[in-house]
């Protein structure tokens, strides 16, 4: 067993605090990785504080890693010691049900094994997260992290970037696509530039007029804000695709409007409540809503690739470990431009 420093919830209210604990040897297809940075992500909030009512304490969250390998497994093949390697949001998958054979794990059938928060499947091995100086995964679920790129906006991309990514990729955006953002926080800002580097033709749709110089300086085209009727009006039946980001409570009803016939609005933020829809707002134009959800291991190498080609990276704010409880108040209150993301070198 390998002696790994950490910090940890050991409930749902008291901060998080060192914590000391061990992970399994690498077996002869792991990869062990000195973590470097790892993001800080608002499910991490949820799961501490047990809002989803589902954690299993001591909980030591994260699932936005970036490191460095450092020892192989001897059948391992893709990684070396050396290489920049990331790990998302789950460690394995069961690898046998169509989803996984099709990659797509992160809808595996059997339920994917999370980075934290879950049971490995030899169901002896509690699953501890990136708040922490290394973690051991197997190399089917570690992604090479492209050089080029700036680590520290690297790690958001394995939650918040693929989680952005993947449905644009799904309802093929590209070049003539009318693309609207709602929502510009951690996904949103990622929507946007995903959406603009693909070609299409993006909006911001926002409730704070104050993110409009952030929304073009983004790549955003246009910029609406929700509470402006007559711009909204203009924009009735117009886009081919919203991408909605928004986790508060809001109206859905109000942005299925804008979509022109046969137009999606792909959901990826999380409302606490459900949401009421008036179905005639998607039988008129032959409208739909869809969810998705993150991306699978080749879907979110694709999308590390696309960002090294496009030198696309998150907009983050680096803090020390120390400083994590004053980063989940702050990101409570959504005072984060966009993401948090965690220097390991100051992991004592």
Known sequence: MLPTKGYAAHNDHDPLVPFNFSR????????????????????????????????????VPGHEIVGRVVRTGNAVTRFKPGDLA??????????????????????CEQGMIAT????????????????????????HYTLHVPASLDLRGVAPLLCAGITTYSPLRYLEVGKGTRVAIAGLGGLGHMGVKWAAAMGAEVTLL??????????????????????????????????????????????????LQLLRLNGTMAVVGLPPAPQQIQVFHLTNFRRSIMGSMIGGIRETQEMLDFAAQH????????????????????????????RFVIDMSTLQ
């Open 24 to 59: 399994r040897d690498p077996g002869p297809h792991d990869v062990l990785i000195e973590i470097l940075y790892c993001g800080v992500c608002h499910s991490d909030l949820h799961q501490v504080r047990n809002e989803w009512h589902e954690t299993i304490y001591p909980i």
């Open 86 to 107: 990331g790990v998302g949001v789950f460690i394995d998958s069961c690898r046998t049900c169509d989803n996984c054979k099709n990659g797509l794990e992160q809808y």
């Open 116 to 139: 934290y928060n879950s049971w490995e499947k030899d169901g002896k091995h509690y699953t501890y997260g990136g708040y922490s100086n290394q973690i051991v995964v197997d190399e």
């Open 206 to 255: 926002s409730s704070s007029p104050s993110k409009k110089a952030d929304a073009h300086r983004l790549g955003a085209h246009e910029f609406i804000w929700v509470n402006d009727e007559e711009a909204l009006k203009k924009r009735k039946a117009y886009f081919d695709v919203i991408l909605n980001t928004i986790s508060a409570p809001h109206d859905y009803n109000r942005y």
């Open 311 to 338: 030198q696309i990276t998150s907009d983050v704010e680096v803090i020390a470990m120390q400083d994590i409880n004053t980063a989940f108040d702050r990101l409570a209150k959504n005072d984060v431009k966009y």
